[in-house]
T-cell receptor, first 109, second 114 residues
Framework: DQQVKQNSPSLSVQEGRISILNCDYT??????FLWYKKYPAEGPTFLIS?????DKNEDGRFTVFLNKSAKHLSLHIVPSQPGDSAVYFC????????FGQGTRLTINP | NAGVMQNPRHLVRRRGQEARLRCSPM?????VYWYRQLPEEGLKFMVY????????ESGMPKERFSAEFPKEGPSILRIQQVVRGDSAAYFC????????????FGEGSRLTVL
């Protein structure tokens, strides 16, 4: 039962360009949608979120877009920096967060 | 550091032994979640607890796994009679229970079953 899918296991982007990470979900009951960033051997850290009543939320270089009709979520990072290289998880939730499989983002100098 | 504290960070057990993983939530947080990450996979929800209560254990295997969050002390995830398939990173997260859903994660406990 995969409620959350991140179909790109990996993504490679040149420094300074835009990184776009995608996420699809099936459960229309999710109230909020979060993105987490994870470095090896560390716990996930919260990046940005959006509630189900909005379609866009921006925080500095990070913007999350929500298309409820398509049940699709995306994270835009611009400009991408080498320190952004990590695994990114989308995590929609109601009472608990349900994590996607993650996308490994590599920013090339 | 007032973050979520997990210990041990690394644990090695032989098949059939017991593993106990501990989690102290952030100060002021009364909600604790346990997630498991198998190699090359995402985080899978296991259990959600509040003080002295299990709220949602829909992700817990039916046998050998148990969790508690007593009135005093850390939350404990207990795995009895471990098998090789239990080898994974176990992450604990806590929250104050806000509607935003943000969870604060610890650094994880990595269990290796020989």
């Amino acid at each position: 039962d995969q409620q959350v899918k991140q179909n790109s296991p990996s993504l490679s982007v040149q420094e300074g360009r835009i990184s776009i990470l995608n996420c699809d979900y099936t459960n229309s009951m999710f109230d909020y949608f979060l993105w987490y960033k994870k470095y090896p051997a560390e716990g996930p850290t919260f990046l940005i979120s959006i509630s189900s009543i909005k379609d866009k939320n921006e925080d500095g270089r990070f913007t999350v877009f929500l298309n409820k009709s398509a049940k699709h979520l995306s994270l835009h990072i611009v400009p991408s920096q080498p320190g952004d290289s990590a695994v990114y998880f989308c995590a929609p939730g109601a009472q608990k967060l349900v994590f996607g499989q993650g996308t490994r983002l590599t920013i090339n100098p | 550091n007032a973050g979520v504290m997990q210990n041990p960070r690394h644990l090695v057990r032989r098949r059939g032994q017991e593993a106990r993983l501990r989690c102290s939530p952030m100060k002021g947080h009364s909600h604790v979640y346990w997630y498991r990450q198998l190699p090359e996979e995402g985080l899978k929800f296991m259990v959600y607890l509040q003080k002295e209560n299990i709220i949602d254990e829909s992700g817990m295997p039916k046998e050998r796994f148990s969790a508690e969050f007593p009135k005093e002390g850390p939350s404990i995830l207990r795995i009895q009679q471990v098998v090789r398939g239990d080898s994974a990173a176990y992450f604990c997260a806590s929250s104050p229970g806000l509607a935003t859903g943000e969870l604060f994660f610890g650094e994880g406990s990595r269990l290796t079953v020989l």
